[in-house]
């Protein structure tokens, strides 16, 4: 059974960072395009980043874009989030999700996902 399983959230202060990982096992991670979606109390699940296959293309929301700095490393089987400059509304669970796609373009509605993990909390205080 495939696993995605992401670590490094935390409380953090506005203006600090923060590094998620997100481990994934049981399949073929190199034919995979991986994002990490998040979800705030109350608010429906929203797109954040999104990295195709190889690594080479990447695709930010607009509210992170500039802070935020998705990657992956095949060889680890292991996708990455780097969030620098946190503020307040970063506040939300976590998740990263897998879309078996060997393309260039990458979907950023969460349909598209195969499998998802269990999520990490991230809470940024003012």
């Known amino acids: 059974q495939v696993q995605l399983v992401e670590s490094g959230g935390g409380l953090v202060q506005a203006g600090g960072t923060l590094r998620l990982s997100c481990a994934a096992s049981?399949?073929?991670?190199?034919?995979?395009?991986m994002a990490w979606f998040r979800q705030a109390p109350g608010k429906e699940r929203e797109f954040v980043a999104a990295?195709?296959?190889?690594?080479?293309?990447?695709y930010y929301a607009d509210s992170v874009k500039g802070r935020f700095t998705i990657s992956r490393d095949n060889a680890k089987n292991t996708v990455y989030l780097q969030m620098n400059s946190l503020k307040p509304e970063d506040t939300a669970v976590y998740y990263c999700?897998?879309?078996?796609?060997?393309?260039?373009?990458?979907?950023?509605?969460?349909?598209?996902?195969?499998?998802w993990g269990q999520g990490t909390q991230v809470t940024v205080s003012s």
């Open positions: 990295i195709n296959w190889s690594g080479r293309f990447t």
């Open positions: 999700a897998a879309d078996e796609n060997s393309g260039v373009l990458v979907a950023r509605t969460q349909d598209e996902y195969d499998y």
């Open positions: 049981r399949l073929t991670f190199s034919t995979y395009a």
